[in-house]
């Protein structure tokens, strides 16, 4: 998994990997593929169980489709998260509280891999700089996958 798929793991759920189990829903709404069982009359009442077998195919499909999440109140989420925490961590401002309050590696290497998915451009042995850019970018990204992030942590 991508550092920045960690930090969206982290803060939004595990609803990626949700997606899952809630196929069991879309099988219900896979009853229509039996219809395409139907076309083949022969075994079709016994052909049934074995197309719900393809229905995970399909389900997949109907997961991407809910990819559109439930906005997230991400300040919210990393407060909670900062007020269970026994350490003092500025996640508002530092790109290495916020990944050590996730439980994510910090290290300098983790960051330059996540500026480079991120698509830093700038000298990342000036770690302080890749630091700032690298927050207001997962930042920013957060809120465009759904979370919902004050404009003073995204500018």
Do not use: C
Not at 26 to 51: E, F, Y
Not at 105 to 113: A, F, G, T, V
Not at 128 to 133: E, F, T
Not at 138 to 144: D, G, I, P, Q
């Amino acid at each position: 998994m991508s550092v920045f798929g960690s930090i969206l793991s982290k803060i939004f759920g595990q609803r990626g990997a949700n997606a899952a189990p809630s196929p069991t829903a879309p099988v219900s709404d896979d009853v229509p593929k039996p219809t395409a069982a139907d076309a083949q009359p022969g075994a079709a009442g016994a052909a049934t169980p074995p197309v719900p077998g393809t229905a995970p195919a399909a389900s997949g499909a109907a997961a991407a489709t809910p990819a559109p999440m439930q906005q997230v109140d991400v300040a919210a989420v990393l407060t909670e998260m900062a007020s269970k925490n026994p350490q003092q961590l500025n996640w508002r401002q530092s790109i290495v509280d916020l990944m050590k309050l996730l439980g994510l590696d910090s290290s300098l290497d983790n960051r330059k891999e996540l500026a480079r998915e991120l698509g830093y451009s700038g000298d990342m042995n000036d770690s302080a700089s890749m630091n700032i850019w690298l927050h207001k970018q997962v930042m920013n990204k957060l809120a465009e996958n759904g979370g919902q992030v004050p404009a003073e942590l995204r500018d």
